[in-house]
T-cell receptor, first 114, second 116 residues
C-alpha cells in the first residue's frame, strides 16, 4: 500500500512549545514539500526538499524548520517563533522536483494552539 | 509575478447538469497547470494536468479541462455533475524558469456544491 502518511491527524500545542509533524512516503519520490492551508487562502509553501540532506525555504518559512535525513521522511517542526500556527498542514511528494510533475498529498495534520 | 485566480468562491449546480469551475493564470513563459480536489479534512487528490499539446485534457472521475492560452484560462469541466463531486477544488500553476523546482502556486480554491 503505497502513499504518504502524516501523523498525528490532530495536534494541540500550548503557547511557547515546539511541535513536530511527521511525514513519511513509500513512493520512492525524491522531492518532498510542506504546505500550510488556511481558510480562503489556498495552500502556501513552507519548505521543500529536492534530495536527501538538502532543503529550501518556501514562501512562509519563518517560524518553521525541517530536516531530510532519509529519502522517505521529511518532518516539520513548528517552533514557538511561529506566531499564528493554527492551520491545516499538508505534506506532498513528487517523483522528482520538475515543474511538470504532479504532487501527491498526505491526509494532513490539523494543528491548534491552545 | 506568477499567480493563479479562481474568481468564484462557490459554484452551485444541480445534479446531472454540466459544471464549470474557473481558473485564470498569469505567468511569463510556458505554464504547467493542474487541478486538485479536496474533500473535508483530507489531503488533495490530483485530477489532471496540462503540460503541452492538446488543449483539452481529460482526467479522473470524468473531469476535463481546457487550456486557453489567449485567455490565460484553464477551466475545469464535467458534462454531468454528481452529488459526490461536491468538494473544494484547487487550480495550481508551475512554470519552466530559473529558480523554479517543482513549486506549485495555488489558487484560493472554489467550493463546488452539487444539489440533488
Amino acid at each position: 500500500d503505497g502513499g504518504i502518511t502524516q501523523s498525528p491527524k490532530y495536534l494541540f500545542r500550548k503557547e511557547g512549545q515546539n511541535v513536530t509533524l511527521s511525514c513519511e512516503q513509500n513512493l520512492n519520490h525524491d522531492a518532498m514539500y510542506w504546505y500550510r492551508q488556511d481558510p480562503g487562502q489556498g495552500l502556501r509553501l513552507i519548505y521543500y526538499s529536492q534530495i536527501v540532506n538538502d532543503f529550501q525555504k518556501g514562501d512562509i518559512a519563518e517560524g518553521y524548520s525541517v530536516s531530510r535525513e532519509k529519502k522517505e521522511s521529511f518532518p516539520l517542526t513548528v517552533t514557538s517563533a511561529q506566531k499564528n500556527p493554527t492551520a491545516f498542514y499538508l505534506c506532498a511528494s513528487s517523483i522528482v522536483a520538475e515543474t511538470y510533475n504532479e504532487q501527491f498529498f498526505g491526509p494532513g495534520t490539523r494543528l491548534t494552539v491552545l | 509575478a506568477q499567480s493563479v485566480a479562481q474568481p468564484e468562491d462557490q459554484v452551485n449546480v444541480a445534479e446531472g447538469n454540466p459544471l464549470t469551475v474557473k481558473c485564470t493564470y498569469s505567468v511569463s513563459g510556458n505554464p504547467y497547470l493542474f487541478w486538485y480536489v479536496q474533500y473535508p479534512n483530507r489531503g488533495l487528490q490530483f485530477l489532471l494536468k496540462y503540460i503541452t499539446g492538446d488543449n483539452l485534457v481529460k482526467g479522473s472521475y470524468g473531469f476535463e479541462a481546457e487550456f486557453n492560452k489567449s485567455q490565460t484560462s484553464f477551466h475545469l469541466k464535467k458534462p454531468s455533475a454528481l452529488v459526490s463531486d461536491s468538494a473544494l477544488y484547487f487550480c495550481a500553476l508551475s512554470f519552466h524558469g530559473s529558480g523554479n523546482t517543482g513549486k506549485l502556486i495555488f489558487g484560493q480554491g472554489t467550493t463546488l456544491q452539487v444539489k440533488p
